[in-house]
């Protein structure tokens, strides 16, 4: 009697690319980090190109007592938090960036779409801010005495939300914007993960493919 291997079953070596992420992920992916890249270099270089340096502008009112376009350079994190830890905010957004392309490789779009636009968000976000961080927008301090001329590493942000008595939002810009959007719903997908499916129906059942049928010897 000889074991001859089920119909359909896989080759030994087929599982090794099983659940890496295919061009359809990628360009997804990286639509959407091309597109909110862009959209936050772009709108930062038109708010200090109009607005001036901060401090030498009181700003556009866009919504009276609520929002205003006004400039701003912070050397911190998001919020203004660490400032002056440049460098370190740079390594850990290249660390992070590395772990998010490691994580993209993995993924699979129909189960997998909320994850890869959130990694796409958080990655145009933190590009976003890292242009600036390297200082490659070649602005100069023009303030205070003493760092006047200097080359500026700093994120630059230009929106401003406050409601008079409730809050003053710390100003920011679209790359924290699409953060905090990747970061809400990586948090929607800990509350709500995706459902566990098959990735290709046609695929025999594990049990059905470890069962070999035996045939009679010729």
């Known amino acids: 009697m000889t074991k001859v291997p089920a119909t359909g079953s896989p080759s030994s070596d087929s599982s090794t690319g099983a ?7 990628w360009a997804l992916f990286t639509s959407v980090v091309v597109l909110t890249t862009a959209a936050d270099l772009i709108t930062k270089e038109v708010a200090f ?35 002056g830890m440049g460098w370190f905010f740079i390594t850990v957004s290249v660390a992070a960036l590395i772990g998010i392309l490691f994580t993209v490789s993995w993924l699979r779009l129909w189960h997998d779409a909320i994850l890869v636009l ?5 990655t145009g976000g933190i590009l976003g801010n890292l242009y600036d961080r390297l200082g490659i927008p070649s602005l100069q ?5 003493g760092r006047e001329g200097d ?5 630059r ?7 008079d008595g409730v ?6 810009n679209l790359a924290d914007s699409f953060l905090v959007l990747g970061a809400g719903l990586l948090l929607f997908l800990s509350f709500f993960p995706p459902a566990v499916t098959s990735e290709n129906s046609s695929t025999p ?14």
């Open 151 to 155: 080359p500026v590493y700093a994120v």
């Open 49 to 83: 190109k109009n607005l001036g340096m901060p401090g030498t502008s009181p700003g556009w009112t866009v919504i009276n007592n609520m929002l205003w376009w006004r400039t701003s350079l912070n050397e911190g994190a998001l919020f203004g938090l660490g400032q």
């Open 205 to 218: 059942n594990r049990s059905t493919q470890a069962t070999a049928e035996e045939t009679p010897d010729a």
């Open 167 to 172: 809050i003053d939002w710390p100003i920011f």
């Open 141 to 145: 301090w023009h303030a205070p005495l």
């Open 19 to 25: 659940f890496r992420a295919t061009p359809i992920t």
């Open 118 to 122: 959130s990694l796409a968000c958080i």
């Open 157 to 163: 942000d230009w929106i401003h939300f406050r409601l």
